[in-house]
């Protein structure tokens, strides 16, 4: 779940222990973004004991004073963004197979950001689909004559040339290009939230990253 809380030392220890009344067990907190007027944007992932309603988990972070949960989505595993080093590494040792090293970037980088699938297009003559995460979902097949993306961005309804099944359950949509590549990164989140502008930086960060490892 997004949780907006207040930047003061202790409101995460106050948010663990009203989740803790529900049985509820945090895995994983993610520090996405703070912001001047002295929030902190969360993405904690919580395990919620079998048949205990996601209603509960708003209901019981609210308790705590100033803090907001700006949404709930399910989600499997943890948040572990010391997971990238590890993926970085993946792809240097297979840059000179394009294929599999894109691949392999694609199975594992859902697991080090919180979204729940990743797409690879490449753009040289054509923008086509090369390769994605299995929980993907599949496109229209179009070959598009022009780059879509040149920079890190949410993607939005002005975006026409997404596939409509991209979009399903108000997915929330990003992308980035790889540097000094054809290729473009889109990551997706059914049912948001929408991506944050520090999100969107971070997102290009690897998009640097990997580009330069792949070029």
Wanted: charge should be negative; hydrophobic fraction near 40%; glycine fraction near 8%.
């Amino acid at each position: 779940m997004r949780v907006r809380l207040p930047d003061v030392p202790g409101t995460l220890g106050l948010i663990a222990a009203t989740l803790g009344t529900i049985d509820a067990d945090i895995r994983s907190v993610d520090v996405v973004q703070h912001d001047e007027e002295g929030m902190v944007v969360d993405d904690i992932v919580v395990d919620l004991p079998a048949g205990r309603l996601a209603d509960a988990l708003i209901s019981a972070a609210q308790e705590v004073d100033g803090v907001y949960v700006d949404s709930i989505r399910p989600f499997s595993g943890t948040v572990d963004r010391r997971g990238q080093i590890s993926l970085l590494a993946e792809v240097a040792r297979h840059r000179r197979r394009p294929t599999e090293s894109l691949q392999r970037l694609m199975d594992a980088l859902p697991k080090t950001m919180s979204v729940q699938w990743s797409v690879i297009l490449g753009a040289d003559e054509s923008t086509r689909r090369i390769a994605a995460s299995s929980s993907a979902p599949e496109d229209d097949g179009r070959v598009l004559s022009e780059t879509p993306v040149t920079a890190p961005r949410a993607l939005t309804d002005r975006d026409t040339w997404v596939p409509e099944s991209w979009t399903v359950l108000d997915s929330a949509l990003a992308a980035t290009p790889l540097r000094g590549t054809g290729y473009i990164l889109i990551v997706g989140r059914p049912g948001g939230p929408d991506f944050l502008l520090s999100e969107i930086e971070h997102l290009g960060e690897v998009g640097e990253i990997l580009g330069a490892l792949l070029s």
